[in-house]
């Protein structure tokens, strides 16, 4: 079975790289050309561990290709994954555009049966509007083809992208007909050995399900967010009422972690887009769009907590960053609330010295004046507070009497509750965290 990915982003890269693990003939096409001339290079121009050693391993096997050459790896596709963006809109839509413009590529180089898999997470309904497309070009050159739609969406956390695919929690397939089920099913094979559960329905679902799984995560983000936010006020501490309540298997211990709320590529994305999907069809999710506005006001209070920590005044201070990245095994940067959290801060006079593990690159053309870094220790250097942001596994060991000491005031503001109050305070340090 040969299969063409249209899309090297994240979602396309990791799909195209861990079917031809399977054993799947790849061909993985992309219109920017120097994208996949650096991936003929072996530059992976994402950071995903383990992604990497997949990719070299199935091009030197002779299973995964790159290509700028669509149709020819159309033509020579039993199933086409589209795998390219769905930026939002304003109004919380998606963004379609290059959706279609895919589509229609397809219908112009379909020269035999094939089956069009959405891999993009996309609005109810789009991958009916994909076959629509794709008629309207076979119509245009005057042709009959013969070809399925289906929905597959995806389910991959970034920094553990290549292990969800292969150690799924499940395989979510939309499809209409008896043929593409059994095609896709086909290509899942392996799966089926470790017995991963499968999820069959129609198109409608399979779209929806994405959203549904989204938003109910980010909706346990947002409400132990607003505990934290109350524990504070009332003499609480949120992580051990977020055991008492993770013990409760009907609950479940995972995103009830306080912070300064979700970003990336998926959840705040993600959210809108089924609220105003909601709104499109004459329903309101109130509670997605109440976890959407409590995120918002997440990173208010957040700044304000820095703030308060630094006397009210930020004009004057220096304050040093550690974490940019939404989130630990990534470089993503989309929505990160460290990027919010670092403008503010400039816009309120400090000075911002920053570092993360792996995101410098992407973040430097976004904040600023922000200095950027060699490592935690020289983020510290001559600072007024140092704030953690994002739990990369090396902020969780530093050599606190170092930073105290490169710190002009021993002040920590720590947003993801990495470290303990009493150990802290007890070490000299002035600690400010969440909910606690």
Known sequence: MNVCVIGTGYVGLVTGACFAEFGVQVTCVDNDADKIAALERGEIPIYEPGLDTVVSRNVSQGRLAFSTDTQDAIEGSLVIFIAVGTPPREDGSTDLRFVEQVAREIGRSMNGYKVVVTKSTVPVGTSYKVRDWIREEL?????????????????????????????????????????????????????????????????????????????????????????????????????????????????????????????????????????????????????????????????????????????????????????????????????????????????????????DPVAMRKAEPVLGDATLCKDAYEACAGADALVLVTEWNQFRMLDLERIKGLLRRPLVVDLRNIYEPGPMRAAGFEYACVGR
């Open 139 to 355: 119509e245009a050159k005057g042709e009959e083809v013969r070809f399925s739609v289906a929905s597959n969406p995806e389910f991959l956390r970034e920094g553990a992208a290549v292990s969800d695919f292969m150690r799924p929690d499940r395989v979510v397939i939309g499809a209409d007909d008896d043929e593409a089920l059994a095609v896709i099913r086909d290509l899942y094979r392996p799966l089926f050995l470790n017995e991963t559960p499968f999820v069959m329905t129609n198109i409608p679902t399979a779209e929806m399900t994405k959203y549904a799984a989204n938003a109910f995560l980010a909706t346990k983000i947002s409400f132990i967010n607003e505990v934290a936010n109350l524990c504070e006020r009332i003499g609480g501490d949120v992580h051990a009422l977020a055991r008492g309540m993770g013990l409760d298997r009907r609950i479940g211990s995972k995103f009830l972690h306080p912070g300064p709320g979700f970003g990336g590529s998926c959840f705040p994305k993600d959210t809108r887009s089924a609220a105003h999907q909601a709104r499109e069809a004459g329903e309101r999710l109130a509670i997605i769009e109440a976890v959407v506005a409590v995120n918002e006001a997440q990173r208010s209070r957040m700044l304000e907590k820095i703030r308060a920590a630094l006397g009210g005044d930020l004009s004057e201070a220096t304050v040093a960053v550690l974490g940019l990245s939404f989130k630990p095994e990534t470089d993503d940067i989309r929505e990160a609330p460290a990027i919010d959290i670092v403008r503010g801060l400039q816009e309120g006079g400090a000075k911002v010295r920053a570092f």
